[in-house]
């Protein structure tokens, strides 16, 4: 790594409508470095990044930028990419009925006399494909791939366009945790090849574990700027910068006061919806009881999820088995509407695509699973919606100026309350949160926990799923760990370490842990 920085953005303003979504931002990245970002979402670090690329041109803020020892004025994409910035965002931008050869090569096409030589094309393909360590055929579609060989496409595509600063955003968020530890492997390779790259993540373990400089962004302004040290006191000093004060405790102080049981499932089988003969629930029995907050873990792919869905509104699955009770009392819950008016809940672990109509205002989000609540001989009470809306946005602290707004342009710890005010206003009883703080940064997480602590302190049965052990620990009264679809333990808090939770995730049946 070197001290001469390949990059310096100096007091960078950027306004929306009189609002400043940057206020005098400044950052220098030294050449061959990985710099991370960080900040709470919202703070401006994707703006900024926007500012840097083109994609707000110049002459549209104020400020400087020096890249390479020059100045440079960006107009478009385009400009900074011929001078080797190129930005992977967290939706990934690959055509998914193109090759990966065309998806690697699209806009930047390899020809010979005017037409397309797919010859050179798959064969220069071939050698990036190398080099991010993606052995995949150049000719395989970007559909047939899961995110973490599509995310190696985007960045073997990057590396065709001679990049030299590569910007990642969130680019771990959608992965497992092998095709992560293969992403930040990359990261580091190609910093052995003096390539520098800007990571923008929430995850501070990965920062720790790959970032050599941390610039800490809130409210539109610099923080600071300090070199990354393998210390637990890097992620406090983070965190710390990133929400202006210290969460020494990440989670809400609770008294628990746990009830009779509320909920229970017994002997739930459930099959894949494509391959008939897979078992992806097998034999499940738990319950939850009024006021408690029970986690589930789980490797990747150990059924948490699709109990989830099965139960709920039989939304996953097929050939589906097993019993509902709900305060002693058989439910059906057959179908989505059956299970809300038997007062369940589940919010997706993918807000944006099955949990929020992200084109839909914060209103019409909020009261999409209690419409009957709100209509009257048929008819919507508009009013009334709008004033529920209101009411939520205040009570969960959504952080925007009308009710009115797209719940797109939300930031995700923000959508993530819209999510939860929709099934809240819907009354239910037992609530399934699936990943609920998925790509959410520290201060809206604790908001978060502190919404769970006070349905749970309501009397509710709450359902907690996350990939994140050391949340669930802090969260749950109880754990049930699944592997390969079976339940093979359940700890209480007291039991609940990681080592143990991660011994009962890799089992292969059931063993009895502690109750």
């Not at 390899?110 to 220069?124: A, C, F, L």
């Not at 680019?171 to 580091?188: E, G, R, W």
Request: hydrophobic residues 40%.
């Amino acid at each position: 790594m070197s001290n001469n920085p390949i990059l310096t953005m100096t007091d960078i303003v950027k306004d929306f409508n009189g609002v400043k979504a940057l206020n005098g931002v400044s950052i220098t990245v030294a050449r061959g470095e990985v710099h991370a970002i960080c900040g709470e979402n919202g703070a401006g670090k994707s703006t900024l990044m926007k500012v840097l690329s083109g994609v707000y041109p110049h002459g549209s803020f104020d400020g400087t930028i020096k890249f390479e020892d020059k100045e440079v004025s960006y107009r478009s994409i385009n400009d900074s990419e011929h001078d080797g910035i190129v930005i992977i965002h967290q939706e990934l931008a690959l055509s998914p009925y193109l090759s990966i050869a065309e998806n690697i090569f699209l806009g930047n096409e390899i020809q010979k006399g005017g037409v397309i030589d797919w010859n050179k094309t798959n064969s220069e393909a071939v050698k990036l494909l190398a080099r991010v360590g993606l052995d995949e055929n150049p000719a395989t579609k970007i559909l047939e791939l899961g995110v973490g060989k599509q995310q190696l496409v985007e960045i073997a595509k990057a590396l065709s366009k001679r990049v030299k600063l590569l910007i990642l955003d969130e680019p771990t968020a959608a992965l497992n945790d092998d095709d992560s530890a293969h992403l930040l492997d990359l990261i580091n390779h190609l910093r052995e090849q003096g390539i520098t790259s800007i990571i923008i993540s929430h995850k501070l373990k990965e920062i720790r574990a790959i970032a050599d400089t941390v610039t800490v962004i809130r409210d539109g302004s610099t923080i600071e700027a300090f070199p990354v040290e393998d210390s637990d006191s890097i992620e406090t000093r983070i965190i710390r910068d990133m929400v202006g004060r210290s969460l020494d405790n990440q989670f809400p102080p609770r008294d628990p006061h746990i009830g009779g049981e509320k909920f229970r499932v017994e002997h739930w089988n459930a099959y894949h919806p494509v391959d008939v003969n897979r078992k992806v629930v097998d034999d499940a029995s738990f319950h939850v009881n009024a006021g408690e907050i029970v986690g589930f873990a789980g490797l990747m792919g150990a059924g948490r999820t699709e109990l989830a869905m099965s139960i709920f509104g039989r939304s996953y699955g097929n050939s589906i088995t097993g019993k509902v009770f709900k305060d002693g009392v058989e439910i059906s819950t057959k179908t989505v509407d059956e299970a809300i008016k038997n007062g369940l809940a589940y919010a997706t672990e993918d807000r944006k695509r099955y949990g929020l109509n992200l084109i839909g205002s914060i209103t019409v989000n909020v009261s999409a699973a209690a419409l009957g609540k709100l209509a009257k001989l048929g008819v919507i009470d508009r009013n009334r919606e709008y004033a529920v809306a209101e009411d939520y946005r205040k009570k969960m602290n959504i952080k925007t100026s009308s009710v009115s707004a797209l719940t797109g342009r939300l930031s995700g710890g923000n959508q993530q309350k819209v999510v939860l005010s929709k099934w809240i206003y819907s009354g239910p009883d037992v609530l399934i949160l699936d990943e609920p703080t998925r790509g959410i940064d520290v201060g809206a997480k604790y908001e978060i926990y502190g919404i769970i602590n006070e349905l749970a302190a309501q009397g509710k049965a709450v359902i907690v799923i996350s990939s994140e052990l050391p949340e669930l620990i802090g969260l749950a009264d109880r754990i049930y760990t699944i592997s390969e679809g079976r339940i093979t333990g359940e700890l209480s808090r007291e039991d609940a370490t990681q080592e143990n939770l991660m011994r009962y995730m890799t089992a292969g049946r059931t063993e009895g842990a502690s109750k």
